[in-house]
């Protein structure tokens, strides 16, 4: 990224910095926070574009929600959101792909995601239905997917809107760009943040524990292979599983001895590549390879930025939580 550092002609001062001349911290913050501002912009712009039309339409809300060109949009919306930043944030600071992560990998980290998702998605996700569980004594509700229909062709539609344009678009922004500017904080700090940032952006309190693991998971993973790719694979199988299971009920009808293999399986699976990832795969820091003074590795100057958004999905995520309590 290219930064001014040129002294003010005449008085020996620096320039005042402006908006574009922000560190690389500062940059990837303001990038979270206006992705969650556009997020929630572009919402209420469809709100009132569906009170409108079912106006003049003749239809209620509720009847316009149920078509599929409703629940299409409902997902494209933050897509679009997603693209709109990418460029902005490409175009003005001029950084190419591959310098937040569009990178070749080893062919191992592609093996070692596999092995990963394959612990995530069982072993974690019994977890995560503990946790549910518990929110349940208080009388949450799981809300109902509202994924287009799977019928005929309409599988693939789903897996474009659900599975590819989020796994390439939301890794390039949190595994990514956001990445990018919080990595010299520490491989345990840029995880744990990272694992945070992905939890409260998806405001989901049903998936709490879920997100959090994948995204500080996904985030080691990224940091260890310096490239994002394997990322994007993981993400993309995560979602299609979980739509071809939506229409084929292949893991919901094993019996229970199959079950408890898999679960089994998949925290031995989810163990071992974590270990691997963490001891084996451990390395110095870019940062303290290249001997970067540590005061480099503040987290500050991205927290103060990245603040509105978090809040907001905070916000968000306890309104959901009490909607779902009330439900």
């Known amino acids: 990224m290219k930064q001014t550092n040129v002294p003010a002609a005449g008085n020996g001062r620096s320039p005042k910095k402006s908006f574009l001349d922000q560190p690389r911290k500062a940059v990837s913050g303001m990038i979270y926070s206006g992705v969650i501002i556009g997020m929630?912009?572009?919402?209420?712009?469809?709100?009132?574009?569906?009170?409108?039309?079912?106006?003049?339409?003749?239809?209620?809300?509720?009847?316009?929600?149920?078509?599929?060109?409703?629940?299409?949009?409902?997902?494209?919306?933050?897509?679009?959101?997603y693209?709109?930043?990418?460029?902005?944030?490409?175009?003005?600071?001029?950084?190419?792909?591959?310098?937040?992560?569009?990178?070749?990998?080893?062919p191992k980290y592609y093996l070692i995601g596999i092995f990963l998702l394959f612990g995530l998605m069982f072993s974690l996700n019994y977890v995560n239905n503990w946790f549910v569980a518990f929110l349940g004594l208080f009388g949450y509700t799981m809300p109902e997917s509202a994924l287009p229909s799977l019928a005929g062709g309409g599988i693939v539609g789903v897996l474009f809107v659900v599975a590819v344009l989020p796994a390439v678009l939301e890794e390039t922004?949190?595994?990514?760009?956001?990445?990018?500017?919080?990595?010299?904080?520490?491989?345990?700090?840029?995880?744990?943040?990272?694992?945070?940032l992905f939890c409260?952006?998806?405001?989901?309190?049903?998936?709490?524990?879920?997100?959090?693991?994948?995204?500080?998971?996904?985030?080691?993973?990224?940091?260890?292979?310096?490239s994002l790719l394997p990322t994007v694979m993981m993400h993309f199988l995560n979602n299609a599983v979980i739509i071809l299971d939506a229409k084929f009920m292949f893991l919901q009808n094993l019996p229970t001895a199959g079950q408890i293999a898999i679960y089994v399986v998949s925290?031995?699976?989810?163990?071992?590549?974590?270990?691997?990832?963490?001891?084996?795969?451990?390395?110095?820091?870019?940062?303290?390879?290249?001997?970067?003074?540590?005061?480099n590795g503040e987290i500050r100057p991205f927290i103060y930025p990245a603040l509105p958004g978090i809040l907001l999905c905070v916000l968000m995520w306890i309104l959901n939580l009490a909607n779902g309590l009330g439900g």
């Open 40 to 81: 929630l912009l572009i919402s209420l712009v469809f709100s009132v574009t569906v009170a409108v039309l079912s106006r003049s339409l003749g239809m209620t809300v509720d009847e316009i929600s149920q078509t599929q060109g409703y629940k299409y949009c409902s997902y494209l919306l933050y897509q679009i959101v």
């Open 83 to 106: 693209i709109g930043i990418i460029a902005a944030f490409m175009g003005v600071y001029k950084e190419k792909p591959s310098r937040f992560g569009w990178r070749k990998a080893h």
């Open 173 to 196: 922004l949190f595994r990514g760009i956001i990445l990018e500017g919080i990595k010299d904080c520490g491989t345990v700090a840029a995880c744990l943040l990272g694992g945070l």
């Open 200 to 226: 409260v952006f998806h405001q989901s309190p049903a998936q709490t524990v879920y997100q959090f693991v994948c995204g500080a998971a996904f985030t080691l993973l990224a940091i260890r292979a310096q």
């Open 267 to 295: 925290a031995v699976c989810l163990l071992a590549s974590l270990a691997w990832l963490i001891f084996a795969e451990r390395r110095p820091s870019q940062t303290e390879s290249a001997g970067v003074n540590k005061t």
